[in-house]
């Protein structure tokens, strides 16, 4: 990096995309992204209109030897997307996309968030796997895997990848898929922001909706092993067209949330479905079965979206936050009795442990057409969530995330957990994550990526000889 004095304006007058530099106004709205416990500040923020602004941008910053992030949505727990000293090349103006019923394809801009996607395509009967906060952007999600309730379906989010428009760390525009650049385009499904900056998705959509009927069961702490456990059992093999998550969560303050349970912690178990009432029926008796019958329950028809948004109000912008997450084969009753008696001792009620299903789909696809870095085998993905409003809390909560991970650890699978889900990304904690595909990732990187420019991230550094 260059050791002179950074100036914002001989930027602003080499490249064509908005500048804003410190001290300028909307220049901390810029900088700030989702989790409220990064605070840095970026020498730039660049904000580019298109791809050719950003190609423009990259070139030029490297011919200064300028650091550089690159933020889509801004909500990553990690903070990735901005850096004190560095220049944030912000694609949130590269926000649109384009749905072709005929084809069942969506192109997005690589500042586009999931709301955006999941209502355009929503109008025409389509989906494609995507979180479980609206506000998430596409980019990351995508490029590091992507989880959602519609995994079991139809896979992961970066499997339904279908070509990515990069800018590469040299400037150049770039497209890759399965018949073009296939290397990139392997190590883009699941190994992160780390070989160019997608300005360009498409996806591949699948008919689905836009109605769905939605279950949400909910058992208090002294009924949590039951519902985990067989929980689980009814997740992993639930009817044609269904889907669903476990999390455990503070009740809601909800009009269908008794008094009694709001703001109490407890597990939930959800259904999803784009069937009749009588189908969700079906997928739920075994649920309302268990003894001690759940404490509440919500049984709804909505639009798609409106599932996708569900859990908004527990990962507000501004939270401190901090995560881990592990893969186990299932939940056995020892498993479920460290949930049980570790989720209750969080302090904030926005700290939640979202239990994804592997199944269907996901486990369908051959684990080697990508660089997702979770084995495909079934089994679980636990996320544990600290989240919490006030600064002053914070390291009580990480501490509690910390804690309840040492103790779920004896019960997972060697990798150590699911890159969009690491708050902490050092080299060593990356390379588990990676496992057996990590070594083929440095050698894209290093055709792709051999100065390690795109390092803000879960860095896979390039192979060396």
Not at 250 to 256: D, I, K, L, Q, V
Request: aromatic share 8%; hydrophobic share 45%; charged share 20%.
């Amino acid at each position: 990096m260059s050791t002179g004095v950074f100036s914002v304006d001989p930027l602003r007058r080499s490249i064509g995309a908005q500048v804003i530099g410190p001290g300028e106004a909307g220049y901390d709205e810029a900088r700030t992204v989702w989790n409220g416990a990064i605070d840095q500040r970026p020498l730039a923020v660049v904000r580019p209109a298109d791809t050719a602004e950003v190609a423009e941008a990259v070139g030029v910053l490297r011919a200064i030897e300028a650091d550089l992030t690159v933020r889509g949505g801004g909500h990553n727990y990690a903070g990735h997307a901005v850096a004190d000293g560095a220049v944030m090349l912000d694609l949130s103006r590269l926000d649109s996309v384009l749905v072709d019923r005929l084809r069942r394809r969506a192109r997005c801009g690589g500042g586009a968030t999931w709301a955006e996607l999941d209502g355009t395509a929503a109008t025409q009967g389509l989906a494609v796997t995507g979180g479980f906060i609206s506000d998430t952007g596409i980019g990351g999600l995508t490029l590091g895997g992507g989880f959602g309730w519609l995994t079991p379906l139809f896979g992961m989010t970066c499997d339904n990848l279908v070509s990515a428009e990069v800018v590469t760390a040299d400037g150049r525009v770039v497209v890759a898929s399965e018949r073009e650049n296939p290397d990139l385009f392997w190590a883009l499904r699941g190994g992160g922001g780390n070989f160019g900056i997608v300005t360009s998705f498409e996806f591949d959509l699948h008919e689905f909706g836009p109605m769905v009927q939605v279950a949400l069961l909910f058992w208090p702490p002294e009924d949590g092993v039951a519902a985990l456990t067989e929980g689980q059992a009814v997740l992993m093999n639930l009817p044609d067209r269904h889907c669903g998550s476990m999390n455990a969560i503070s009740g809601p303050p909800a009009p269908f949330v008794p008094e009694r349970w709001q703001g109490e912690p407890g597990f939930v178990v959800g259904i999803a479905g784009d069937g009749t009432a009588d189908d969700l029926a079906d997928a739920v008796v075994l649920l309302r079965a268990l003894t001690p019958a759940p404490a509440w329950e919500l049984v709804a028809e909505m639009p798609y979206p409106a599932l996708q948004q569900l859990f908004d109000d527990i990962a507000p912008w501004g939270m401190c936050a901090y995560e881990k997450s592990l893969y186990l084969d299932r939940i056995d009753v020892a498993a479920a009795e460290v949930m049980v008696r570790h989720y209750p001792l969080r302090t904030s009620p926005l700290s939640v442990m979202p239990v994804m299903p592997l199944c269907g789909q996901f486990c369908a696809t051959a684990d080697a057409d990508s660089a997702f870095g979770g084995s495909r085998a079934p089994g679980v993905v636990v996320n544990v969530s600290g989240s919490c409003p006030d600064p002053a809390g914070f390291a009580a909560e990480r501490a509690w995330v910390r804690d309840f991970w040492t103790e779920l650890r004896p019960f997972a699978r060697a990798e150590q957990g699911y890159v969009n889900f690491l708050s902490d990304t050092g080299q060593e904690q990356v390379a588990q994550t990676y496992g057996a595909k990590y070594g083929r990732l440095r050698a894209v990187k290093a055709a792709w990526d051999p100065a390690n420019v795109f390092w803000h991230n879960a860095n896979i550094p390039p192979a060396v000889g």
